[in-house]
């Protein structure tokens, strides 16, 4: 069965603050571990108040640390904000520490606004432009050292850390498939042009010494609970934190809000219909055929799962209905194979 696995930007919510997030995020990372997730993967983003993760290596180790067999890796870190050799070194310093448990996947945007992005840089110029050979530049740290080598990732060297290419566009399609790389589509937030990554990532894939055949993770958002009605009442801190980042007014999640959709403008309804599209709402017989017909459309060979809910309780729970819904999947497919 399809692998599912967890994306968390370790959520700030409203009367709260970083370090309650941050124990949260901890909190789901157990109880994913215990339920069957593959990988926990956190995300990069700067100048977000309603985010905890901008220092993306360090809450890593922190999950890592606090787990024992679940996968810990970032979804993404923005390359482009970085040396290659930096993140060469804390990745690898990672391994050392986790081994066979830590995962990189990267991406080009800049994870945060253009004045933000200058901060972290100093320079915007031609970053996103070289991402190509950034990447290559970071895993070629990752192969053991060659004699003569002036310039190593200690540690990092000889530690082959799996790399993982981000996109919502067909260039991280396209580029993952030349460098024959697992491939992570942000389905979840920008689904326009999914199904053309897909056909794109897989037609052209070659084969490289970290991957045989293709890989596709697909983003979705799930919002879980015991009635259809309470989970699409939960879905409404993601839709409020979708429109307010638009009007540029980010902030800390906000609470559950009953009947928000019909207090929006026929434009915030069609923008967030067109960026969630890829989202499934409800009880947990409608999460289970929900997923079952996103994973029949799209042939995804793992799920990357993320629930923005406000209350702790609610999103553990969201996740457990989850991971019972792919067990019940799997439990079809097996009966299905067995006749």
């Known amino acids: 069965m399809v692998p599912f696995s967890v994306l968390d930007l370790s959520p700030i919510v409203d009367g709260s603050d970083a370090s309650q997030a941050l124990r949260n995020t901890l909190d789901l990372a157990r109880h994913a571990e215990r339920w069957g997730y593959r990988r926990y993967w956190l995300a990069e983003h700067h100048n977000m108040p309603g985010v905890a993760s901008a220092a993306t290596s360090v809450v890593i180790g922190y999950v890592a640390g606090g787990t024992s067999t679940i996968r810990v890796g970032a979804g993404g870190i923005m390359l482009p904000n970085h040396a290659p050799l930096v993140i060469a070194e804390q990745f690898g310093t990672l391994e050392a520490l986790y081994r066979g448990r830590i995962d990189l996947g990267l991406g080009r945007a800049p994870g945060t606004d253009q004045l933000t992005a200058g901060a972290l840089r100093r320079t915007l110029a031609g970053d996103a432009d070289s991402f190509p050979q950034d990447v290559l530049e970071l895993m070629g740290y990752f192969r053991p050292a060659e004699p003569g080598q002036r310039v190593q990732a200690v540690p990092g060297a000889g530690l082959n850390v799996p790399v993982w290419i981000l996109g919502s566009s067909l260039f991280g399609a396209q580029l993952a498939a030349a460098l024959g790389l697992p491939y992570a589509f942000a389905s979840h937030f920008a689904p326009a042009q999914m199904m053309q990554a897909i056909e794109l990532y897989r037609s052209r894939f070659r084969p490289s010494e970290q991957l045989a055949h293709p890989h596709l993770m697909l983003g979705i958002n799930v919002f879980a609970a015991d009635t259809d009605e309470e989970a699409r009442r939960l879905m409404s801190s993601l839709q ?100």
């Open 240 to 339: 409020q934190a979708f429109v307010n980042l638009r009007r540029g007014r980010p902030g800390p999640l906000q609470p559950p809000v009953d009947g928000y959709e019909s207090q929006l403008t026929a434009l915030d309804r069609a923008g967030l219909d067109q960026a969630l599209s890829c989202s499934v709402i409800g009880s947990p017989e409608t999460v289970r055929c929900g997923l079952q017909d996103f994973l029949a459309r799209t042939g995804a060979d793992e799920l990357m799962v993320t629930s923005q809910i406000f209350d702790h309780a609610a999103r553990l729970r969201s996740y457990e209905i989850t991971a019972q819904a792919r067990e019940a999947l799997a439990q079809v497919e097996q009966s299905a194979s067995a006749k």
